[in-house]
């Protein structure tokens, strides 16, 4: 027998076979990993002044729509509220010497009240504390008297005709008056009965009157 020991035929090709294998598992390795630097390879970053001039477009396309919306809805409000009731506006009251005090929230164009003269006026009636306890409105039909000659309070006469630093109203006019007791009801109240009256005596009266024209 030689002194060179050999494998046997079965040993060799399974030896063989173990190697095809860890090469074949060698080079699944070398893909993967190949595979996966390609996938974690960083992607190149968009210029900063993209983002920053979308942006811009993005917020001046949003002004623009809120522009048009509110334009829009500012339209159709005009178009269901009458132009008076827009032009109406808070004020202060003024107080005259006589302790009566007025605002103009709509300043009229018509026919000027002057003494006698024969008009229409919607009104709502509060007291202090804000309760109505009378309105024209309500029974949609607007009162009729003479002016200045003593068919109403003496504070309507005073705040429609106008005296003591008031102007006179003028058909189409909206006025708030504040009248002290003496020029409204005074001492004696209004609408009392059972020991409980509507306007209670020495009460502080605001109107807002409207003066429709001439009846």
Avoid at 90 to 96: E, F, G, K, R, W
């Amino acid at each position: 027998m030689s002194s060179t020991s050999t494998l046997p035929a079965s040993a060799a090709y399974t030896a063989h076979n173990l190697q095809l294998k860890l090469r074949k598992q060698n080079s699944q390795i070398k893909q993967f990993f190949q595979f996966i630097s390609l996938r974690t390879k960083p992607r190149p970053q968009k210029p900063y002044i993209f983002f920053a001039s979308l942006l811009s477009t993005r917020r001046k396309t949003s002004f623009a729509l809120t522009g048009f919306f509110q334009a829009s809805f500012l339209d159709l409000f005009s178009l269901f509220v009458p132009s008076s009731v827009l032009a109406e506006q808070d004020c202060t009251l003024t107080v005259c010497a006589s302790g009566l005090a007025f605002c103009d929230r709509i300043v009229g164009s018509g026919t000027e009240a002057t003494k006698g003269l024969l008009i229409k006026a919607h009104y709502v009636g509060r007291l202090e504390n804000g309760k109505v306890f009378d309105s024209s409105y309500d029974r949609g039909k607007p009162i009729t008297f003479r002016v200045g000659v003593g068919e109403v309070i003496k504070g309507w006469d005073q705040g429609i005709l106008g005296g003591e630093g008031i102007p006179p109203m003028l058909a189409g006019g909206k006025r708030t008056l504040k009248l002290p007791p003496e020029l409204g009801y005074g001492m004696r109240g209004a609408g009392c009965k059972g020991g409980t009256c509507i306007i209670p005596p020495d009460s502080s009266l605001l109107f807002d009157v409207e003066f429709i024209g001439k009846a």
